[in-house]
């Protein structure tokens, strides 16, 4: 069974689209992340989310926007798109009695043309 | 200046050798996790310490609080060990995580 899953697991799109990416888990955590990785590979936490509380990276475009339906899903919604945000999205999720321990998902390659 | 420092930034090994990643950092964290990425993408965690010292098959992992600094030890390596380890660090009750740039490691048969 996936623990995290990831919609689409490839996305390519022109400049100026709006495009969301779907994350879900079905491990019971109470926290859900979004993460970007770069062509550098680096790693940058772009939101964390909880039930109680949503936390944005001061760094992330206000064009990036997370939407939660329900506890087991954090959706990343991306409006008019750069060819600054081509990367890899991960989505991540966690629970206090696992200590915030990350489960990521297997992420989505965004190219944008 | 990042927050998480790793070194070195790529490792090749032969297969059998000893090999000990670093990560220093300059916050105050309430954990320190070791990240593995496989060639493929996909990102597993495999530690996750706050004190002293974790084992878990040929992998241990240690934590020196006071001095900020963390290693991860890969005993009698494996091609299979081959891939990119990164630390973070996380606080404030797992909302904000720091990384660092993660070290490329491959391991030669």
């Known amino acids: 069974d996936t623990a995290v899953s990831q919609t689409p697991k490839y996305l390519v799109t022109q400049m100026g689209n709006d495009k969301s990416i779907k994350c879900e888990q079905n491990l019971g955590h109470d926290t859900m992340y979004w993460y970007k990785q770069d062509s550098k590979k680096f790693l940058k936490i772009m939101f964390s989310y909880n039930n109680k509380e949503l936390i944005i990276n001061e760094t992330v475009p206000n064009r990036f926007s997370p939407k939660s339906p329900d506890k087991a899903h954090l959706n990343l919604h991306i409006n008019s798109l750069e060819l600054g945000d081509s990367a890899v999205y991960f989505c991540?999720?966690?629970?206090?009695?696992?200590?915030?321990?990350?489960?990521f998902g297997p992420g989505t390659r965004l190219t944008v043309l | 200046k990042n927050e998480v420092e790793q070194s070195p930034q790529n490792l090749t090994a032969q297969e059998g050798e000893f090999i000990t990643i670093n990560c220093s950092y300059s916050v105050g964290i309430s954990a320190l996790h070791w990240l593995q990425q496989h060639p493929g993408g996909g990102i597993v965690s495999l530690f996750m310490l706050s004190s002293g010292k974790k084992k878990h098959g040929r992998l241990i992992a240690t934590i020196n609080i006071q001095e900020k600094h963390s290693s991860l030890h890969i005993t009698a390596s494996h091609p299979r060990d081959s891939a990119v380890y990164i630390c973070?660090?996380?606080?404030?009750?797992?909302?904000?995580?720091?990384f660092g740039t993660g070290t490329s490691l491959t391991v030669i048969p």
């Open positions: 991540a999720s966690s629970h206090l009695s696992r200590g915030y321990e990350q489960f």
């Open positions: 973070a660090v996380s606080w404030e009750s797992g909302n904000q995580f720091y």
